[in-house]
């Protein structure tokens, strides 16, 4: 879509609109393509890489440029860059119906990358392929929210494909460091934490090596640093606790 605004003869090419309704009024702005969904998610910083130009219109494709009165009244404020980023983040992106399902296609295979990514069979600990994942969605009706994140859309898809199959997310393998005098007492704090103990060592000091469920290693890490003050310590062995090969069904 190519746009001539009337007021300064800019001309506006491979526009994407996002267009917001306040107080009554309705609001557009100009952006790049593929641009906005990229801002959204924290991907792109630099708002003049995401707008073709600071202007907020009425009308981007008759170049209607908004009153500032309206803007004032509507958004408490006649700054155009704040506007901007108002409209970025709540307004709705204007796409064909052919546009809107290369998009949802392209987070569906985005999402179910990140479960094969991130899960295993918990029976062979094989990873699934991304073509089998897909293929599971599918069976499952798996509907793609395009205005949520693949990654939280990724957690969602393991909850239900649960109830279905056999899979889980890969364990991490950790090697935790403990205080002889705080060990034994931490030991039974952790344990409703930890999947597997694969290996303990009782000395000056308790190590041990074990899998825990990567939900959960933030509140291992805190339980540690605050119980030992400092003195304990959690290392990464592995962030994916994976057998060779694929998973098939």
């Not at 307004?91 to 809107?100: F, H, M, P």
């Not at 295993?120 to 499952?140: F, G, H, W």
């Not at 909850?159 to 279905?164: A, M, S, Y």
């Amino acid at each position: 879509m190519s746009i001539f605004t009337p007021t300064n003869q800019i001309r506006l090419t491979n526009v994407a609109v996002v267009r917001m309704k306040k107080g009554g009024k309705r609001f557009e702005i100009a952006c790049y393509k593929n641009k906005v969904m990229s801002w959204r998610s924290g991907a792109e910083k630099d708002l003049d890489e995401v707008l073709q130009t600071h202007s907020v219109f009425v009308n981007v494709s008759k170049g209607q440029v908004a009153k500032k009165d309206d803007l004032t009244k509507s958004f408490g404020t006649d700054d155009l860059t704040e506007i901007c980023k108002q409209i970025l983040a709540k307004g709705e992106l204007q796409v064909s119906d052919k546009e809107r399902q290369s998009q949802l296609e392209t987070m569906f295979r985005d999402i179910a990358t990140i479960v094969a990514e991130k899960c295993v069979n918990p029976n062979t600990k094989r990873p699934y392929t991304v073509s089998l994942i897909e293929r599971a969605m599918k069976d499952i009706h798996y509907s793609v929210k395009a205005n949520k994140s693949t990654k939280q859309q990724a957690l969602e898809v393991i909850r239900q494909l649960k109830e279905t199959m056999e899979i889980q997310r890969a364990h991490m393998r950790l090697r935790l460091v403990l205080p002889a005098k705080e060990g034994k007492r931490l030991k039974e704090k952790l344990k409703p934490l930890l999947q597997v103990v694969e290996s303990e060592d009782f000395d000056e000091e308790l190590e041990m090596v074990c899998l825990v469920d990567p939900g959960c290693f933030r509140e291992i890490d805190e339980l540690i640093r605050c119980e030992t003050k400092g003195r304990g310590s959690l290392e990464v062995l592995s962030l994916k606790d994976v057998e060779e090969g694929d998973e098939k069904l």
